[in-house]
Every structure is written in C-alpha cells, then in structure tokens.
C-alpha cells in the first residue's frame, strides 16, 4: 500500500511591518483671541498631534526629545506640558501645551529622527512643523502727530512701526499701522497702544494748536408767533 503523509510545522512566525511610524499635526489653539496669529509670553498654546504605529519598540514623545524653535533657533519655554490624551488600536493622540515663551520670532516644532521607533527599527522621520505664530514680545514704537486743518481742528494721528488694535473713537488705517482722530480743542492726555501680540505702550496726545469754536445759535420769528428758526454754527 502507498500512504501519503502530510504536515505543517510553524518554524517561525514573522509580522511584516513596512510602514515607519508617523506623526501628524492635527490642530493649533492659541489664548490670543481674535489674534490667533500672534502672541507673546503670556500666551497659551496648544498643539495637538496624533502619533499612528501598532508596533511601538520605543517612544521618545516628550519634552527631553522635542525641541521648539523661533525660527531657526532652539528655545526654552517656561513651561512644556504634554498629555497622552488617547490610544485607540494604532493611533495615539498627544497634547502639547506651551506657556512662557520668551523670544521673537515664528514658533515651530522640531521632532528629531526616532521620536517613535517601532519593533521593525524604524524609525519616525526628523520633521519640522510651522504653527505660524508669530511671537513677539517687543512693545510696539508710536509716533504722535498733530497736522492743523483748514477748519480750525486738529487732525491727531499716531502712526506705529508693527501693527496695531483699534481703538474705539479712533480711525484704524487699512494697513493697521496708523490711528487718527480730529480735536477741536486743547487737549493732552496718555493713551495705550496694543499690538497684535498684546504688547503695550504708552503715547500721549497732545494737541497744541486747535482753535475750533461751535457757536450754536437760535432764533426767532417775532412775526410769525415767535416760530423756531434752524439753529446752525459758527467755526471761529
């Protein structure tokens, strides 16, 4: 008789991974309301990234590996928190949050080469991320000008070397560079200029040479059972 044996053995079991762990940004927050794009040392920022590999050997997702930069220079915030807020399946989301930036300049992360390593060694890629934040912790530089007008008012404008908030009674200019607003009267008085990083400044206004009178006037119609005229003005 003929037998036909036949057997399978497991020599060994081998789990095929090809794909090096990622690190993606997910989305930016910043305390500066309304001025997302600007803050300074008394700001809060907070990052949020996601992490995606199954198989982590080793994870160097903190403060001791990452680095942050102004531009192109390493800095040292006052203060680096960073939470593991989940981990689902092959997917970890980190939270980053920033305080205490000293410096000037645009805000970046830096993640070297092995921030995660999975059980094939490989390794996370060195990248670089943008938060296009700029940090600014220099006050802004005002100029005051008074410029008599042909009314007898004096037109006030106060023009700045970085942009600047408005100012509720002021003109802003288009370019936010420039406020201006017309005086009819003497008058001199400190004002506070805010830039878009919520750095301040103070410069006084001080009109010297207005010489706007309004004289209202009223009038009357004796012939006319004492009817009201108009009442208008008078620039003296």
Request: hydrophobic share 35%; net charge neutral; aromatic share 10%.
């Amino acid at each position: 008789s003929k037998y036909v044996i036949d057997s399978q053995n497991i020599v060994a079991k081998i789990n095929i991974d090809r794909c090096p762990p990622q690190i993606k940004l997910l989305n930016i927050e910043n305390s500066n309301k309304h001025y997302e794009g600007y803050a300074n040392k008394n700001h809060i920022i907070k990052l949020k990234f996601k992490v995606i590999e199954k198989n982590i050997l080793i994870n160097n997702f903190n403060s001791k590996y990452i680095k942050f930069m102004l531009d192109d220079n390493i800095i040292y915030p006052n203060s680096i928190k960073i939470d593991l807020l989940s981990h689902i399946n092959d997917e970890m989301i980190y939270s980053i949050t920033l305080s205490g930036i000293n410096g000037n300049g645009t805000l970046k992360i830096y993640f070297p080469e092995g921030v995660i390593e999975d059980k094939s060694n490989q390794k996370s890629k060195s990248e670089i991320f943008n938060t296009n934040i700029k940090i600014d912790n220099i006050s802004p530089i005002s100029i005051f000008k008074e410029n008599l007008l042909d009314t007898g008012k004096s037109l006030a404008t106060i023009s700045s070397n970085e942009y600047i908030r408005p100012i509720e009674g002021w003109n802003l200019s288009n370019n936010n560079l420039e406020l201006s607003k017309e005086f009819s009267n003497i008058i001199y008085y400190p004002i506070t200029i805010t830039d878009f990083a919520q750095n301040t400044s103070k410069v006084y206004v001080d009109i010297k040479n207005a010489t706007f009178i309004k004289l209202n006037y009223t009038t009357f119609d004796y012939d006319n059972k004492l009817k009201l005229v108009p009442s208008g003005s008078i620039p003296g």
